[in-house]
């Protein structure tokens, strides 16, 4: 069992800069893939990026690749989101997910959803112009 809660969420001015964190527990955080997803209102919850158990593979959605960065700190439990050059369309609830430890069908799926079997309450980001 995996227990997620993100943080370092708020407002922020168009360009601006922001890093969340998640923290895990559990004894698996370091045999778990990692994502971020967010939603806008109206919207659906859309992947943002993923990163594997131990940091060699990571992703992005082409609307964040080149301003936001994905990166885990095992010894920690957290998974971090550093977002630069952020704008207005960023503005959405971002969700932490983990998948199930050592998940192999997340390095083809990574971007889904439902290869995540547990989810933190989320972090609302606003990005004001």
């Known amino acids: 069992q995996v227990q997620l809660v993100e943080s370092g969420g708020g407002l922020v001015q168009t360009g601006g800069s922001l890093r969340l964190a998640c923290a895990a527990s559990g004894r698996t955080f370091s045999s778990n893939a990692m994502g971020w997803f967010r939603q806008a209102p109206g919207k659906e919850r859309e992947f943002v990026a993923g990163i594997s158990y131990n940091g060699g593979t990571t992703d992005y959605a082409d609307s964040v690749k080149g301003r936001f960065t994905i990166s885990r700190d095992n010894a920690k439990n957290t998974v971090y989101l550093q977002m630069d050059s952020l704008k207005s369309e960023d503005t959405a609830v971002y969700y932490c997910?983990?998948?199930?430890?050592?998940?192999?069908?997340?390095?083809?799926?990574?971007?889904?959803?439902?290869?995540?079997?547990?989810w933190g309450q989320g972090t609302q980001v606003t990005v004001s112009s």
């Open positions: 997910a983990a998948a199930a430890s050592l998940s192999s069908s997340w390095y083809w799926r990574k971007d889904q959803a439902d290869v995540y079997d547990y």
